[in-house]
């Protein structure tokens, strides 16, 4: 190929040469030579893909190859088409059996339609019974889902009428409360179709779910007393199905308030067998030991038997409270309170007849007030509890507590009626009498066990002012009529000394301002008595009783006190030396009661006052004397001390 191209630019440069030599510019051949110089081959594909194809067979480029090319070129287009007639001869008949087979196709085709529209012709009015009848299947089956529906909305199924329509005997359990639920939401629902047009339907399976209703509840409610019956054991476990039933049996008040008698009931027979087999038999095995064990000591026996009870109604209270937890009445609290109240009723009787015994054996005053004080305490405990004084539980220890109360205030007033039908005289020291003591030995016992009582502080504040009158008022008067027949400074020093041991007592104890005051005044009053007698006393051992009267009586138009009888100069300055006497010992004139006397801080005041009642009568004495109006001569050497100075002396 290669060389090809050497030769034809050889000969193109020939040819351009003679081409100059022999320049003729119409000559066609220059023209067509022109034409191929100024070809460009880079841009001609078509001549790119012939010499391309050219290049395939045109291997030889010899002057011979070159001559016979164009006969080599026809020959092979030649061949060409040859092999293209051939192959197109196959296709043509491929084509052709096609052509054959869809000419069959098309008359099978053509059949077939004919074939189809007749028949179509034939089974017109079928296909149209055909679509109505799917049209109305259709329409009974959206009417089969409908009935499906309501079916479902208001009819129970067999598993559910089965389990509402039960044996009598058949346990109640979680699928009885969903189906009864169930049968409740339909009676609720059906209410809808009565707005409707169907009514007819609506009345009738309101009147089925009705009857169904009722049915549930007096199975529910028998199953509910069975249970409620077998709870008879001192300790019950209320399962969670029958407070379920309690819930459900709510809507039925009839059937709601007989379930609870009869968990009343038997609750009640289980308590009080428990409450006598604790008072007889005691605990397993002996332990705790009967109640009955210790009647001998009252306050232990009630203290027992009262505190099983508050144990015992607590717990009732905490099954009652298991047993209606799910319950929604408003006056369910009402129920409780109500079912325990009388399940505490049967422990009432043999209750009050023990605890009525150990009162009427009169234990004492003390021991009864103790007993009242424990009833009124467990009384304000247990209503905590039972939520209502009317309970008979309740009304019971009230009345104990009454009728302890009421024997401990007899066994007071028969003490105090003892005491003043035997009055007692005072002792020669002129202390407390010994009937005296003993009853405030009882009223410190009795105000002990008040103070370390448990009842509240406003019903212990209450009940105070009552004991101490009829305690304290009785003493007092007993006091004054044993003092009646002593003399002033020996009553004056018994009646403080009784006052004084009164006071000491009753200074331990609260609630007792009032007559602390009441005690403090009277010692006062007996106290300014014994200051009296003790500054008489005093005067009149140091010679000054009769002056100091005479200046007390003396008057202007009497004259002078100088004139008096003894009471010239020479008797006074004699009663002067005998109370400088005093003056230099005055601790050696006290009067002898007030040795007996208990207190020494009532003593110290009684000499203490009764020195400056003295000091005051030497001052008035000294004040007449040293008086010119009187007529005494030389007063200084009279009167040799100041009242200053006597004051100073006896402080």
Not at 38 to 57: G, W
Not at 354 to 383: C, D, M, W
Request: proline share 4%; glycine share 4%; aromatic share 6%.
């Amino acid at each position: 190929m290669a060389d090809a191209k050497q030769e034809m630019s050889a000969d193109n440069s020939t040819v351009l040469q003679n081409a100059n030599a022999h320049t003729q510019p119409n000559n066609p051949l220059s023209r067509k030579l022109n034409k191929i110089l100024e070809t460009r081959l880079d841009n001609d594909k078509e001549m790119l893909e012939a010499l391309k194809a050219l290049s395939v067979f045109f291997t030889d480029n010899s002057l011979r190859t070159r001559r016979n090319l164009r006969g080599d070129i026809e020959r092979r287009s030649l061949s060409i088409n040859e092999d293209f007639a051939r192959i197109f001869k196959d296709v043509k008949e491929a084509l052709e059996s096609v052509n054959e087979d869809v000419q069959a196709m098309s008359l099978c085709s053509e059949e077939m339609t004919n074939r189809l529209k007749a028949a179509k012709e034939q089974t017109q009015d079928l296909i149209v019974k055909t679509n109505k009848l799917q049209g109305e299947n259709h329409r009974l089956e959206l009417r089969a889902q409908v009935a499906q529906a309501f079916l479902a909305k208001f009819q129970l199924s067999n598993e559910e009428m089965a389990r509402l329509r039960g044996d009598r005997d058949a346990p109640i359990t979680e699928d009885f409360f969903k189906a009864l639920s169930r049968v409740k939401r339909i009676h609720e629902d059906v209410k809808v179709l009565l707005r409707t047009n169907q009514q007819t339907a609506g009345l009738e399976i309101m009147e089925q779910m009705a009857v169904l209703q009722e049915t549930s509840y007096e199975q529910l409610y028998r199953w509910a007393q069975n249970e409620c019956r077998g709870l008879t054991q001192e300790s019950c476990d209320i399962c969670p199905v029958l407070a379920q039933a309690m819930e459900a049996l709510q809507d039925r008040p009839v059937l709601y308030k007989y379930t609870l008698d009869e968990f009343g009931t038997a609750r009640r027979c289980a308590v009080v067998r428990g409450f006598i087999d604790a008072l007889t038999r005691g605990g397993l095995g002996g332990t705790p030991r009967p109640i009955e064990m210790h009647s001998h000591d009252p306050m232990r026996y009630v203290g027992d038997m009262l505190a099983w009870l508050h144990q015992a109604t607590a717990s009732e209270k905490e099954h009652l409270q298991a047993l209606l937890k799910q319950v929604t009445l408003p006056a369910v609290e009402e129920n409780l309170q109500e079912v325990v109240g009388h399940i505490t009723e049967g422990v009432c009787r043999p209750l009050k007849v023990r605890i009525e015994q150990v009162i009427v054996a009169e234990p004492g005053a003390v021991l009864l007030y103790k007993l009242s004080n424990l009833l009124k305490f467990y009384h304000h405990t247990i209503s905590s509890i039972i939520g209502t004084s009317v309970a008979s539980l309740l009304i019971t220890i009230e009345e104990m507590h009454i009728l302890s109360k009421k024997m401990f205030f007899n066994s007071l007033s028969l003490h105090a009626s003892r005491l003043m039908d035997k009055v007692e005289l005072p002792p020669v020291d002129l202390g407390p009498t010994a009937s005296l003591t003993q009853t405030l030995s009882l009223l410190r016992e009795v105000l002990a066990s008040h103070d370390s009582s448990v009842v509240p502080l406003d019903a212990r504040q209450a009940d105070f002012a009552q004991v101490l009158s009829c305690i304290l008022d009785p003493l007092l008067q007993l006091c004054t009529v044993s003092a009646s027949n002593l003399g002033t400074a020996d009553m004056a020093t018994y009646m403080v000394n009784s006052l004084y041991v009164m006071k000491t007592t009753l200074a331990l104890f609260e609630f007792t301002d009032k007559r602390l005051e009441m005690l403090e005044f009277q010692i006062d009053a007996h106290l300014d008595t014994l200051i009296n007698e003790q500054a008489s006393y005093v005067l009149t051992r140091a010679g000054l009783s009769y002056i100091y009267s005479c200046v007390q009586q003396h008057s202007a138009e009497q004259g002078p006190l100088s004139l008096l009888p003894s009471m010239e100069s020479s008797s006074v300055k004699a009663a002067m030396v005998q109370f400088d006497r005093y003056l230099s010992s005055p601790d050696t004139l006290v009067m002898p009661q007030l040795n007996f006397l208990l207190s020494a801080a009532i003593k110290e005041q009684i000499f203490r006052q009764s020195t400056n009642l003295v000091c005051r009568a030497y001052g008035e004495v000294y004040a007449a004397l040293s008086s010119p109006a009187n007529s005494y001569k030389d007063p200084e050497n009279l009167l040799p001390r100041s009242p200053q100075q006597v004051q100073t002396l006896l402080s």
